[in-house]
């Protein structure tokens, strides 16, 4: 069974940092590409940050471009989402999730995480 379980998320002021994991289970990890999205209340859910697996290239939505570093840990299983610079804006429940391929342009997300509250305080 595919299992994904995020963690990491909290209360921070504006400008502080997090880092978020997402441990994963039930399938070869180093083979798929692991992405992060993000929901607040009332938007629709958006791509954050995709890492592939192949070669650990990552990709960022403009909105946390320099702020926000996936790396990971093969070994280990887990993702992680450094978060630094947090804004009131970036407050939303974050999810991670298992690409159906090891490289994230054109991956198709179908295993979701329970997600994890991030809430930034102005």
């Known amino acids: 069974e595919v299992q994904l379980v995020e963690s990491g998320g909290g209360l921070v002021q504006a400008g502080g940092s997090l880092r978020l994991s997402c441990a994963a289970s039930?399938?070869?990890?180093?083979?798929?590409?692991i992405g992060w999205f993000r929901q607040a209340p009332g938007k629709e859910r958006e791509g954050v940050s995709c890492i592939s697996s192949s070669d650990g290239s990552t990709i960022y939505a403009d909105s946390v471009k320099g702020r926000f570093t996936a790396s990971r840990d093969n070994a280990k299983n887990t993702v992680y989402l450094q978060m630094n610079s947090l804004k009131p804006e970036d407050t939303a429940v974050y999810y991670c999730a298992a690409g159906d391929r090891s490289w994230c342009p054109g991956a198709h997300f179908g295993s979701w995480g329970q997600g994890t509250q991030v809430i930034v305080s102005s």
């Open positions: 039930g399938f070869t990890f180093d083979d798929y590409a």
